[in-house]
């Protein structure tokens, strides 16, 4: 069984939620003093660690002058974890959504200390997706652990033959041959792989690339897993993602064409006779049409998007093999794209278009789909 550790000046209950009978069971620790609560944490050799992050909150049991945020705390961590990767573990932050929002403004490196960031109101709402996520991410740490450092990419990813193009990218490569403890495998995993649609994709943008309606893709996944669609190498065990590559190749057995020739109703259509079911186009987000190219998933709201009726998303830290995310017209139009968790910026390079689409009006489309 894996061993977790949940350190909080009051939340002891969320010890419990996060923990999953029998597979990860989180202990409180209260807020003590830096040195003393980083040993505290090692000396449990735990799994996963999950901090909240304005500790400096509290008063009790610590001088003042010497609170600290949990980010201080997770770097001490992080920072022993590089000089001992065998005692290495996951860091996580579970903390309210003022905090939360804390750091990510004044302080973003903070974001990169923590495998995930979590809001106390999500672990209550989605306990059992959150679970999946902590016990995949303790499997992911016992996994590297044994690997003595040695990283090898095609054994973490389970990459085989057709995935050997996409993972020719000595960007890549290097992150995963220089990292010198597990948790830079695991950020680079999730931050660059998992989070950002490239060399794997999740459900939305796989339902893009087919241009069917996100409400049928369960009809469709189980056709995927039989054809080895699905990424089944570290972390796919709490993040369902598939390989792009590989659904292009499928889809493209099925279309007999290249996905950007053919529209939405169009490759419905074709997956509906081959597949003996009946699946839905997507409809754009913004005309509610059948008859447009989709290509990616809305960074902002996930539905299916096309190019034509979207802009760019600034993300400095995008690695050269991940693709640029885009935010849909009608997210810009709505503005909902600046009040996520970690909201989005508009690419400069799009920046003067943005008082346009918010001031255009929607067109009806001309065709429907029966």
């Keep these: 069984m894996f061993k977790g550790v949940f350190v909080d000046d009051a939340d002891e209950a969320y010890a419990g939620v996060m923990s999953t009978p029998g597979e990860l069971e989180f202990e409180f620790l209260k807020v003590c003093p830096l040195t003393a609560q980083a040993l505290a944490i090692r000396e449990r050799s735990p799994d996963v660690v999950a901090l ?13 002058g010497h609170t600290y945020k949990g980010s201080g705390l997770a770097q001490l961590l992080r920072d022993v974890a590089i000089s001992n990767p065998a005692g290495d573990f996951s860091l996580v932050l579970v903390s309210n959504e003022t905090k939360l929002k804390a750091a990510y403004d004044p302080d973003k490196t903070a974001h990169d200390l923590f495998d995930k960031v979590y809001s106390k109101e999500e672990v209550n709402e989605n306990r059992d997706l959150v679970r999946k996520e902590l016990n995949a991410l303790a499997r992911a740490y016992e996994t590297l652990r044994k690997m003595d450092g040695k990283f090898d990419i095609s054994t973490i990813l389970a990459s085989n033959d057709l995935d050997t193009q996409q993972l020719d990218s000595q960007e890549l490569r290097r992150s995963f041959e220089s990292a010198a403890a597990p948790h830079l495998i695991v950020r680079q995993l999730l931050r660059n792989m998992i989070e950002r649609p490239a060399i794997l994709i999740d459900d939305h943008w796989a339902c893009a690339m087919l241009g069917i309606n996100p409400e049928d893709f369960h009809l469709i996944a189980p056709v995927l897993q039989d054809e080895g669609v699905a990424y089944t190498g570290l972390l796919g065990d709490g993040w369902r993602r598939w390989w792009s590559g590989r659904l292009e190749d499928f889809s ?119």
């Design 52 to 64: 909240d992050y304005r500790l400096d909150e509290v008063d009790a049991g610590i001088e003042a």
């Design 252 to 370: 493209e057995r099925i279309f007999e064409d290249r996905l950007s020739g053919l529209t939405s109703a169009e490759r419905a259509t074709k997956l509906s006779h081959a597949l003996g079911k009946v699946i839905r186009p997507n409809a754009s987000p913004w005309n509610d049409s059948v008859d447009e190219y989709p290509v990616f998933s809305c960074a902002s709201c996930g539905r299916p998007a096309e190019l034509r009726h979207s802009l760019a998303a600034y993300d400095p830290r995008a690695p050269r093999y991940a693709t640029r995310r885009r935010i849909c017209w009608d997210c810009i139009q709505k503005d909902t794209y600046k009040h996520l968790n970690s909201p989005l910026e508009v690419d400069e390079t799009d920046e003067d278009l943005i008082g346009d689409v918010q001031g255009m009006e929607r067109a009806v489309p001309k065709v429907a789909y029966d």
